[in-house]
């Protein structure tokens, strides 16, 4: 009985949803993007769109891998992380607005609680309705790629239904706050227009997180190569000084360890890369504080720049990776050094990589089930 009543809402709730003019369009234009995607070919001429050769794109399967280029950039890059996670899912945010406002407007609940089930399985129905929009996207544009990809290039990677659970996951963050919403204000609008705001402010708070993890590195690297030129100056003015201990008077420099003030009247340079040195070390301390402040803030957040990462970190074996070498000359000038941006770029994605399942999805679950639970708590004392 239970399950025919849930059934039987879910299929409801599907109908209405399905009725709405935006889910066809948006599976429309999934499927055109799938087609955009199969007509882009990657061979030893480089890449094309159906015959044409870009040309601007200097890349070839020498430099890049087929398994890489569609998986990373095509699929992940440009499927998912622009397409689904941006414009599908702000499509689905309009469409589903509505749902929970719907639900609980004058003259629709009464009819509904007067049905005998329970009002806790009614609001998860719908809430699960709501998921249903992107769930069915994504699963299109998922094995129309998987299809797309495979016949293309020959890469037949089932990781890409990984999809599925990581963008149905990140679009359950934000309507959960639609929901929550919508049951506060009984309006559409406002939770639409607040679950924009706060996906807004998550996304400021990634920009933030990424520029100051960026410069806490650089000022990591600067620290290491100013303590690695001290030690290197410091060796070679111990070995000048015993020599002439040694020239004046034989076996006198031999195990002798200059001061550290008569190390720096040797060098002219070094008393301003040990003042520079302290200098970095301050801007590491303000670095790390800050970046420490955004980071906690952002565990209390969904992680909706990390969830959809996930796809690319299980996808495509790093091993396969393109390896980006920058030219990099170090200065000649002993006071004068240089960030390797490569090097910046691979420990940035390291910490990214290191951060656990535990904090990007285990946070995010929990900033939804508090919503949830609120807005079942919410919606079982309501009087209607």
């Excluded at 249903?132 to 293309?152: E, K």
């Excluded at 990984?162 to 996951?169: D, E, G, H």
């Excluded at 015993?242 to 195990?255: Q, V």
């Excluded at 040195?277 to 957040?301: A, C, I, P, Y």
């Amino acid at each position: 009985m239970i399950i025919m009543q849930t059934k039987a809402i879910f299929v409801d709730a599907y109908r209405e949803l399905n009725a709405k003019k935006l889910f066809w369009l948006s599976l429309a234009l999934s499927m055109i993007m799938v087609l955009l995607l199969a007509m882009i070919g990657y061979d030893d001429d480089g890449v094309h769109f159906l015959w044409m050769n870009i040309g601007f794109l200097p890349i070839r399967p020498d430099m890049i891998s087929k398994e890489f280029f569609y998986l990373n950039i095509l699929f992940t890059s440009l499927g998912i992380k622009l397409w689904l996670t941006w414009v599908i899912s702000i499509l689905a945010l309009v469409s589903t607005a509505s749902i929970i406002p719907d639900l609980i407007a004058s003259g629709t609940i009464e009819t509904t609680l007067s049905k005998p089930i329970s009002r806790s399985r009614l609001f998860l129905t719908k809430y699960s309705t709501g998921l249903l929009f992107v769930g069915l996207q994504v699963g299109a544009f998922s094995i129309g790629s998987f299809l797309a990809i495979g016949v293309r290039s020959g890469v037949w990677e089932p990781g890409i239904f990984l999809a599925i659970p990581i963008v149905l996951a990140f679009f359950s963050f934000l309507f959960s706050v639609s929901a929550t919403i919508g049951m506060l204000t009984k309006a559409a609008m406002p939770a639409l227009l607040l679950t924009c705001l706060l996906w807004s402010v998550i996304f400021l708070m990634n920009m933030a997180d990424g520029t100051l993890l960026m410069f806490k590195i650089n000022s990591q690297i600067l620290i290491e190569q100013r303590e690695e030129r001290i030690e290197m100056i410091k060796s070679n003015t111990t070995r000048l000084i015993r020599s002439e201990r040694n020239r004046d008077e034989p076996g006198s420099g031999d195990g002798y360890q200059p001061t550290e003030q008569e190390i720096a009247e040797r060098n002219q340079f070094l008393p301003q890369i040990i003042e520079g040195l302290e200098n970095d070390r301050s801007d590491l301390k303000q670095l790390t504080f800050w970046h420490d402040l955004v980071f906690g803030m952002k565990t209390v957040l969904p992680k909706t720049g990390e969830t959809t990462d996930l796809l690319a970190r299980y996808l495509v074996d790093p091993s396969k990776f393109p390896e980006r070498q920058d030219e990099f000359e170090e200065s000649e000038d002993p006071n004068t050094f240089t960030i390797n941006q490569a090097e910046t770029e691979q420990r940035m994605q390291e910490v990214l990589n290191n951060r656990s399942l535990t904090w990007i999805l285990g946070t995010s679950f929990l900033f939804e089930g508090v919503l949830l639970s609120f807005c079942l708590w919410r919606f079982n004392r309501r009087d209607f």
